[in-house]
C-alpha cells in the first residue's frame, strides 16, 4: 500500500523552511528519503529505522515515529538546490515481503531566490 | 563504479509491439527493483529481485508484462504487446542487503528508460 505524502506541493523563498509529511496505514520497518530532479533519477537522502530516530544530512533531517506510522523530512534554510520533488519510501513491517519499498506521490518543492 | 546501467534511454514504439527494456545493477549488489514513474501514478514498484529470485510481482500490471534475472549482472523487463498507456519512464535500482538491521539500504537508481508507445 502506497504511503500518502504531504503537501503535495510547496513553494519557498530561499532561507525559509519546510516539512514535509509521509504516512503509512501499515506497521512500517523503514522509511527512505529520495530527491528527484526534473528528468533526472531518483537521489537517496537518507534512511530511518523504526525507533523513533531522527537523522540529518547538510540541513535536511528526518524522523520516524513507529508508533504513529509517519515520517517527517525537515528542511532548513532552504537553497536553490532543494528545488526538486522529494519522495518517501516505506518498507513494511512483517510479512514475506522483506524489502519491499514503496512511494508516495511525491512532494513538489520550488526554492525562488 | 559505473552505476546502474539501463538500455535503451529512449523508446519509441508503435501499439502492439514488443519492448525489451535491460538493467545492469551496481557489481555487488544483491537487490534489483523495476518501477515505472508517470505524472498520474507517480513511482510505482513492479517487481523486485532478491539474489535474482523474484520476491514480489504484484504491481505488475498485467500479463503483458514480465522481468527476468538470469544472472546477478542482467535483468530485462519485457513489454508484449504494448499499448500506449504503457507510456512512462522505467526505472531499475538496485542495492545491497542494509546494515544494522535495515533489510535494504539505499538505492541505486539507473537514468530510467523512457518509452513511449504510439
Known amino acids: 500500500q502506497q504511503p500518502v505524502q504531504s503537501p503535495q506541493a510547496v513553494i519557498l523563498r530561499e532561507g525559509e523552511d519546510a516539512v514535509i509529511n509521509c504516512s503509512s496505514s501499515?506497521?512500517?520497518?523503514?522509511v527512505h528519503w529520495y530527491r528527484q530532479k526534473h528528468g533526472e533519477a531518483p537521489v537517496f537522502l537518507m534512511i530511518?529505522?523504526?525507533?523513533?530516530e531522527q537523522k540529518g544530512h547538510d540541513k535536511i533531517s528526518a524522523s520516524f515515529n513507529e508508533k504513529k506510522q509517519q515520517s517527517s523530512l525537515y528542511l532548513t534554510a532552504s537553497q536553490l538546490s532543494y528545488s526538486g520533488t522529494y519522495f518517501c519510501?516505506?518498507?513494511?513491517?512483517?510479512?514475506?515481503?522483506?524489502?519491499?519499498?514503496?512511494f508516495g506521490q511525491g512532494t513538489i518543492l520550488t526554492v525562488h531566490p | 563504479d559505473a552505476g546502474v546501467i539501463q538500455s535503451p534511454r529512449h523508446e519509441v514504439t508503435e501499439m502492439g509491439q514488443e519492448v525489451t527494456l535491460r538493467c545492469k545493477p551496481i557489481?555487488?549488489?544483491?537487490?534489483l527493483f523495476w518501477y515505472r514513474q508517470t505524472m498520474m501514478r507517480g513511482l510505482e514498484l513492479l517487481i523486485y529481485?532478491?539474489?535474482?529470485?523474484?520476491?514480489?510481482d504484484s504491481g505488475m500490471p498485467e500479463d503483458r508484462f514480465s522481468a527476468k534475472m538470469p544472472n546477478a549482472s542482467f535483468s530485462t523487463l519485457k513489454i508484449q504487446p504494448s499499448e500506449p498507456r504503457d507510456s512512462a519512464v522505467y526505472f531499475c535500482?538496485?542495492?545491497?542487503?542494509?546494515?544494522?538491521?535495515?533489510?535494504?539500504?539505499?538505492?541505486?537508481f539507473g537514468e530510467g528508460s523512457r518509452l513511449t508507445v504510439l
Open positions: 519510501g516505506t518498507e513494511k513491517a512483517g510479512g514475506t515481503s522483506y524489502g519491499k519499498l514503496t
Open positions: 535500482a538496485s542495492s545491497l542487503r542494509g546494515l544494522a538491521g535495515l533489510v535494504i539500504g539505499e538505492l541505486f
Open positions: 529481485f532478491n539474489n535474482n529470485v523474484p520476491i514480489d
Open positions: 530511518l529505522l523504526k525507533g523513533g
Open positions: 501499515k506497521a512500517l520497518y523503514s
Open positions: 557489481s555487488g549488489h544483491d537487490y
